[in-house]
């Protein structure tokens, strides 16, 4: 293994490849943002280390020294090879990496259940899975596309509606009781209610069913739209859950719908990037997945696992 261990510092053969290339303190100064008494002090540590004069300095001109102009084409030669293989590196990463950006619901609900087929098809492919219920920000991480629930509203971006969220009521088998069976939507003032805040439906689902919502006053209120989930599963209470979210529970028989009446939540699951984005030719391999996926989700029977 060869011994690097006598090479200057890095940063100061940098900075002599900058300074014989401007042939200037100061433009190297600049380029590189430090001062020019940064420069000149990592240029005479180089010089110290090297034990010869690198540069001639006169009043207005800096020329290279014999022994500088012996040592430029190596230094220039060997930063390429250094900024060529961190290129390759981060090509290679970049290339063979998607990263979307997902909500907590709609991946531990939804997109979980069909990743073994995007596996299967593409195991090539690395997928990176960034959960958050944040709006995507682009320009601040790395994410390639997000699955983002609202109203296709994200400037600069662009959005295709990928989801139509119907909400409605669904709840675990178990928790249905032959004391108060649920047979009418006023028959849920039996039964403890689940609410998610963040989307405000029951209100509407009951206007939309003909009652008065203000009878129903058992309620949990759960600010975390997969929490709500699970705590349906677990027989906790009857929330208004997007169908396209819980299809898979409902197919299974863990969820039943007590009523088919549904109502629209005022937004949608939309796919959102940068139009740049599909460039990257795995970003345009997931797009046309993931679409896919969804059109077969929605071809199912709408009212599967209904009472």
């Known amino acids: 293994m060869n011994d690097f261990s006598g090479l200057p510092s890095l940063n100061y053969l940098h900075t002599f490849e900058s300074v ?13 943002c430090v001062t020019q008494a940064a420069v000149s002090h990592q240029i005479r540590a180089l010089e110290e280390h090297l034990g010869v004069r690198l540069f001639h300095r006169e009043k207005r001109k800096v020329l290279l ?12 030669s060997g930063l390429q090879g250094i900024a ?15 990263v979307v950006g997902v909500g907590s619901s709609f991946s531990a609900n939804w997109l979980v259940h069909r990743l073994g087929t995007f596996y299967q098809q593409y195991p090539e492919v690395n997928l990176h899975l960034k959960i958050t219920n944040n709006d995507p920000d682009f320009a601040a991480d790395e994410t390639d596309m997000a699955v983002v629930w609202g109203k296709g509203d994200w ?27 649920l047979k009418t939507p006023e028959d849920l003032i039996h039964y403890p209610l689940l609410d998610d805040p963040d989307y405000e439906v029951w209100q509407e689902w009951f ?26 599963l677990d027989g906790h209470g009857i929330a208004l859950c997007a169908v396209g979210i819980v299809q898979e529970y409902l197919d299974s028989g863990r969820l039943i ?32 997945w993931l679409i896919k996926e969804v059109r077969k989700a929605e071809s199912r029977d709408p009212f599967q696992g209904t009472l």
């Open 84 to 98: 060529d293989s961190l290129e390759s590196i981060h090509n290679y990463d970049s290339e063979d990496t998607l």
């Open 207 to 232: 206007e939309e069913a003909g009652i008065q919502e203000r009878k129903y006053k058992r309620r949990t209120v759960i600010r975390d739209s997969n929490v709500l989930i699970n705590s349906t």
């Open 20 to 32: 014989a290339r401007h042939l200037s303190f100061t433009n190297a100064a600049k380029e590189l």
């Open 155 to 181: 400037e600069g971006l662009m959005c295709e509606q990928l989801m139509v969220v119907e909400f409605t009521p669904v709840c675990s088998p178990e928790l249905l009781n032959k004391t108060h069976p």
């Open 257 to 288: 719908r007590p009523f088919e009446l549904s109502i629209t939540g005022g937004g949608f699951y939309y796919l959102v990037y940068p139009e740049k984005a599909l460039r990257k030719p795995l970003v345009r391999l997931f797009k046309t």
């Open 65 to 76: 020294s014999e022994e500088g102009l012996k040592l430029l084409p190596s230094v220039v």
